[in-house]
Each structure stands twice: as structure tokens, then as C-alpha cells.
């Protein structure tokens, strides 16, 4: 008999009606305007700004370029503090700007960069701070902005996963120096590929628009060495009607985290994640910690799911302090981060994206809970 599940996959990329995009694609045809600030770009990024209410905005071509020209643009020098605990572009980006990454450790409880262990690693060639928000989750801003003030350093947040997420009403984009967004294809708002850097001042916002046009200026000089991150139009035109449907999506995606938050309540020994009251999320993962007391281990559930073609990730895992290019680096040794090796351990991401239907997620849940509960689960 052959096997007719389905692979359920992490994520899976919103697609905008196609025949909508041709019209967008027939136009981009007629003027044959292909990149380099063309209509739809610039459209792109004032209704960005709009919608995520920020004050400056540059669109580049994918969230890692954006890192690197958000980083250039700050005339860093010597090193940058960051998380292990995320996805490794975010000490690329340090590294390839001939920047020292340090690696400081996480919270327990949202996974994010623990500004009570940031004092003890800065020394004099320390230039910035670099938090993320991991899966979402909003750093606790107050605090790395005060370091930052006290230390007189740059702060620049990988906000990769924080598109359109709230704290108090109001955007966390705003926070610090910049904020760098990812529209890769697995991203709750794509680009295909794609990204952006937020920024504060116009002033700002010029020198990252020259920095990602080879460092050309208003007047078409080469003012500073940059590089080429321009989005082109194709992907500017598939951002305009993502932004259309987001606000649908995100209502569906909050439907899918909020099922399995009932479906995995009871579980002794997996930790589900848990949203702030004054946090309005994107709901772009679903991280579940599943620790000692679980009566199976992380890997276990992973090889259990995979094995019925549900393909959880182990975001992010191994840490980034682990991987070969950075396990040398001073501040890499297991015991000055704790909390991210147990944590990069023990994490599993679940699928979730707005088309999960409701019984393939039924599935996930009855599974997990078969394989990891001790008490006799009942659909
Ligand atoms: N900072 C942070 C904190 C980040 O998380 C990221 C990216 C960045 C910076 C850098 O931004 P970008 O330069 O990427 O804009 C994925 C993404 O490639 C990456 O963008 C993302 N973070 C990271 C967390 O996840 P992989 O290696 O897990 O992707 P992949 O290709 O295995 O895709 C995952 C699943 O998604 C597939 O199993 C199926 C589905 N998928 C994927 C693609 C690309 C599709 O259904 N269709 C697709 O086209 O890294």
C-alpha cells in the first residue's frame, strides 16, 4: 500500500495570487524597469513605513546584506556582543565586516540575549550590541538601552523574526540605533528573498540607501565603499501583495499557535512559549522546550515526527558559538553559556504557517502527545 501522508514541512511560503502578480509582472515588462529604485521598490517602501510605522526604511536584497550594510553604516570597530542562540547570518554579518562577534548568554525564559551577563564581556574594543529577537519574543529594551548609554555603544537589533510584532502599541523596529528585518521565503512577510533596515534619522537612512548602491550619493558620487543589496522589482511587486493579505494570515497563524497551546498543555516536561500581555506577536514559530522531565528528549520527538513525514526544526541548533568558524573564539566555551547550550539542546520548533490544516495539526498534536505523555491522551 503506498504511503499517502502528506510532508508537513516547518513553514511554507505565502504565495500571492498569480494572477494578480502577472499584472504586476506585465507591467514590470512594458517599462523594463528591472531594479535600481524602480516604481515598485519605492512603492514598497513607503507603504512599509506606513504600515509598520517606522520612520525610515531601506529594502535590500535579503535580511543578511541588510545586517552588513545596517553594520557598516555604524563605523564600528573591534567587537560586537551577541546571541548564540539564533541563526548563524547574524555573527556572519559581524564576522564578514571584520568584526569580532562575543557571545553572551540567554534568558531561560524568552530565549533572548540576557542583559544581566552583557557588563562582564565589554572591555574597551567593544562598539555595539547586537541583540535578536528570537522566534518574535521582544528583548528587554529598556535595559540594553541603558548599557548602551552608560557604555556610549551602538545598539542594532537582528529583528529577522519581528516583522510587524508590538510591544505596548508601538513598533519594535523604533528600538535602538536600527533594526534589520528578513522577507526570506520562510518569513511570515516575504520577498522571495529580501530584507530592511530601520532607521531613526533621514540621515541614516541615506547613508544605508549609498551603502547598498555601491556607496553612490544623491548626486551620483562614490562617497564610501559599498556594496550591492538593492531589491529588485520582481521582489518588490511580491512584497506589495503580501502586504495586502498580512493582517489575514497573521489572524490564522495566531489560530494555529493558540491550538497548540491547548493541544500541548499537559505534557510534564515540555515548556510551551508564552507571549507577553502588552505583546501583540507575528506568531512566526512555535519553539516547545522539551527538558529532563519529558519522558522522551528532543531529538526523540524530532526523529518520531520526521518519521511520519513532519518535519519539525531544531531552531537553532547546534548553537552558533559551536559551529566551526566561531568554536574558537574566546567567548565560545560551554561554560560561559550555559543557558543557550541547554536551551540549543532541547529546542524544537513546530510547523506552523497559516495553511496548517486543522487536521494535519491534530496529527502533530496526537503524535506528541502519545509519544511524550505519560497520562493517556484523548482527542
Ligand atoms: N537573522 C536571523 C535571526 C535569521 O533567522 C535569519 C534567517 C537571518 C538573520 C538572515 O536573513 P536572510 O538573509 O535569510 O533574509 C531558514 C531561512 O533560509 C533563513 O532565512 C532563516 N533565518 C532561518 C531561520 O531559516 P533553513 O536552512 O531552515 O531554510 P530551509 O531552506 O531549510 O527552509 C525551511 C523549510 O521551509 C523547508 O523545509 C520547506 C520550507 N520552504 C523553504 C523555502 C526556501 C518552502 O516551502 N519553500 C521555500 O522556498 O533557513
Not at 15 to 20: A, K, R, V
Not at 96 to 111: K, R, T
Not at 164 to 186: C, E, I, K, P, R
Not at 226 to 254: C, D, P, T
Request: glycine content about 4%.
Amino acid at each position: 500500500m503506498s504511503d499517502k501522508k502528506k510532508n508537513i514541512f516547518i513553514t511554507r511560503p505565502t504565495l500571492p495570487d498569480i494572477i494578480e502578480f502577472n499584472s504586476f509582472l506585465e507591467k514590470i515588462w512594458e517599462s523594463k524597469w528591472l531594479s535600481n529604485n524602480g516604481v515598485f521598490h519605492n512603492e514598497l517602501e513607503e507603504k512599509l513605513k506606513d504600515y509598520l510605522n517606522v520612520n525610515n526604511i531601506t529594502l535590500a536584497s535579503n535580511g543578511t546584506l541588510a545586517l552588513m550594510i545596517g553594520l557598516k553604516s555604524l563605523d564600528l570597530k573591534g567587537e560586537v556582543i551577541t546571541t548564540p542562540f539564533t541563526y548563524v547570518a547574524t555573527a556572519h554579518a559581524i564576522e564578514w565586516l571584520g568584526l569580532n562577534p562575543v557571545f553572551c548568554d540567554i534568558n531561560e525564559d524568552d530565549y533572548n540575549i540576557n542583559p544581566e551577563k552583557i557588563e562582564a564581556l565589554i572591555t574597551e574594543n567593544t562598539s555595539a550590541i547586537m541583540p535578536v529577537h528570537v522566534y518574535g519574543n521582544p528583548c528587554d529594551h529598556k535595559s540594553l538601552n541603558e548599557i548602551c548609554k552608560k557604555h556610549n555603544l551602538k545598539l542594532i537589533y537582528d529583528a529577522a523574526h519581528c516583522f510587524d510584532v508590538l510591544v505596548d502599541n508601538q513598533s519594535v523596529l523604533n528600538w535602538g540605533d536600527l533594526s534589520v528585518l528578513s522577507f526570506h521565503a520562510t518569513k511570515v512577510f516575504n520577498t522571495i528573498e529580501g530584507g530592511a533596515v530601520v532607521s531613526n534619522s533621514i540621515n541614516n537612512k541615506k547613508k544605508l540607501d549609498s551603502l547598498r548602491n555601491f556607496g553612490f550619493n544623491e548626486k551620483n558620487e562614490i562617497v564610501r565603499s559599498g556594496i550591492n543589496a538593492k531589491m529588485n522589482e520582481i521582489q518588490a511587486a511580491f512584497g506589495l501583495m503580501q502586504l495586502k493579505g498580512y493582517q489575514k494570515l497573521r489572524q490564522k497563524r495566531e489560530k494555529v499557535y493558540n491550538r497548540y497551546i491547548d493541544g500541548l498543555s499537559n505534557i510534564n516536561g515540555i515548556i510551551l512559549p508564552e507571549l507577553k500581555n502588552n505583546v501583540i506577536s507575528n506568531y512566526s514559530y512555535f519553539p516547545v522546550r522539551i527538558t529532563e522531565d519529558c519522558i522522551v528528549n528532543r531529538d526523540a520527538i524530532f526523529d518520531k515526527l520526521k518519521s511520519e513525514k513532519i518535519y519539525s526544526r531544531k531552531y537553532f541548533y547546534p548553537l552558533v558559538s559551536n559551529m566551526s568558524p566561531y568554536k574558537e573564539n574566546p567567548s565560545s566555551a560551554e561554560k560561559s553559556l550555559p543557558i543557550a547550550n541547554e536551551v540549543s539542546n532541547q529546542i524544537l520548533c513546530l510547523p506552523i504557517y497559516e495553511d496548517l490544516k486543522q487536521e494535519e495539526q491534530n496529527r502533530i498534536i496526537k503524535l506528541i502527545n502519545e509519544f511524550s505523555n505519560e497520562k493517556q491522551y484523548t482527542v
